[in-house]
């Protein structure tokens, strides 16, 4: 069974904080790995990794994949209060374009 | 500008009541997905549609059906809903099975089931 796996569940830290998100999949015919912000309604997309070792960045947020120990990490630094979302991590299969998701990462910046 | 928009986004309805919830994209994509999220879960696919074509997620229970009258429009119908189908409902689209793009979601309806 296709399995994606996120680390921690919750995460509460101060403003200004760095904070790292986890992502671990085992999945058939892997082949892209997406993260997404969502706040009270749809999520929204921050990345698209594919390729191992390639860091995508935006703004205070970057993100890295490796696709030999099957794992992602979502980083995001100088924490904001308006960072303050479920992060979700994916994962899409060749041929399908369905997403399996991860249970999620709540994270909660703190003034 | 183009986007995927789902009505209505609160949706109350009561045990056993069949409710429908819908989709509209501008985006002209091929394939419209709808995706069920429970309270501190992860979204969970039900089904896809690529263009006519109606692929079911194998766990999606027969109380879940989908209609997709055009490329614009996708329902999903609860026929008898229970309590346990309380969730956020997610539509998105993408423009092709093979095209390697994030999926475009809506809004979401959240689901109320009394």
């Known amino acids: 069974e296709d399995k994606v796996v996120q680390s921690p569940l919750s995460l509460v830290v101060h403003e200004g904080d760095t904070v790292t998100l986890n992502c671990s999949y085992e999945?058939?015919?892997?082949?892209?790995l997406l993260w997404y912000k969502q706040e009270k309604k749809a999520p929204t997309f921050l990345f698209m990794l594919t390729s191992s070792g390639i860091e995508k960045k935006s703004g205070r947020l970057s993100s890295i994949l490796d696709k030999k120990e099957l794992f992602s990490i979502l980083n995001i630094t100088a924490t904001q209060t308006g960072d303050s979302a479920v992060y979700l991590c994916?994962?899409?299969?060749?041929?399908?374009?369905?997403?399996?998701f991860g249970q999620g990462t709540r994270l909660t910046i703190n003034p | 500008d183009a986007m995927v928009i789902q009505n209505p986004r609160y949706q109350v309805t009561q045990f056993g009541k069949p409710v429908t919830l819908s989709c509209s994209q501008t985006?002209?994509?091929?394939?419209m997905y709808w995706y069920q999220q429970k309270s501190s879960q992860a979204p969970k696919l039900l089904f896809h549609?690529?263009?006519?074509?109606?692929?079911n997620e194998a766990d999606t229970p027969d109380n879940f059906q989908s209609r997709r009258p055009n490329t614009s429009f996708c329902f999903l119908d609860i026929r008898s809903p229970g309590l346990g189908d309380a969730a956020m409902y997610l539509c998105?689209?993408?423009?092709?099975?093979?095209?390697?793009?994030?999926?475009?979601f809506g809004n979401g309806t959240r689901l109320t089931v009394t």
């Open positions: 994916a994962v899409s299969f060749q041929g399908a374009q369905k997403l399996v």
């Open positions: 999945v058939t015919n892997f082949r892209s």
């Open positions: 998105a689209t993408s423009r092709s099975r093979t095209d390697n793009s994030p999926l475009h």
């Open positions: 549609y690529y263009d006519k074509d109606f692929n």
């Open positions: 985006l002209n994509h091929n394939v």
